[in-house]
């Protein structure tokens, strides 16, 4: 097996390292931080495809420059919030939620400070992802958004990982393939 999958998104092409997740399946490593390039050219062709919004939501944090860029383009620019990995400091009253990734070895929470969730509170909300795999970052997210009282209008990714691009819940750019051994 060759060590890189060539993508081509949004008109640009990238060399995406294999990394081992266990003894039988391999996936191409995606990492938007430090590609700006790459970061700007997705959140422009997401922007094409997604309904109309008044939020943006994502997980920390390989979501954040996506929703940030896409924020930041949107007609008038919009917030954008991220759901914390952690309960910080400054978090008065936090929500949270269980979730379990593909990428990370242990199960996690993420949390919204209470001003956070009263935003999202009667929005529609548009969730954005760096790359939707097993969908159980979505379900923690769409969890989180409903408790706090927001209306989900669509689930954005650059990518779609597996069995995932075969939902039809999911809007996103192009495939990624598994690596089975």
């Known amino acids: 097996m060759s060590e890189f999958y060539t993508l081509h998104v949004a008109g640009l ?17 995606f990492v938007m931080f430090s590609d700006v390039e790459i970061t700007v050219a997705c959140a422009a062709e997401l922007l094409k495809k997604v ?9 920390e944090s390989k ?5 940030y860029e896409m ?24 929500i949270s939620v269980d ?5 990370t070895a242990a199960d996690q929470k993420l949390w919204l400070d209470r001003n956070e969730a009263d ?28 408790f706090a009282g927001g209306r989900i209008v669509g689930q954005a990714a650059v990518l779609a990982e597996g069995d995932a691009a075969k939902r039809d819940d999911i809007i996103y750019l192009e495939e990624l393939p598994l690596f089975f051994k």
């Open 63 to 67: 979501g954040i420059p996506l929703a």
């Open 13 to 29: 092409e990238r060399q995406l390292p294999i990394c081992e997740v266990n003894e039988h399946l391999d996936i191409a490593g």
């Open 119 to 146: 935003f999202i509170s009667g929005k529609r909300v548009l969730v954005v992802d760096d790359v939707i795999s097993t969908g159980e970052s979505l379900e923690a997210l769409r969890k989180l958004i409903d």
């Open 99 to 103: 979730v379990r990734s593909i990428t």
């Open 71 to 94: 924020a930041r383009q949107a007609a008038g620019g919009m917030k954008y919030i991220v759901a914390r990995k952690m309960p910080k400091l400054y978090m008065r009253d936090p």
């Open 51 to 59: 309904p109309e919004f008044d939020v943006i939501v994502t997980a």
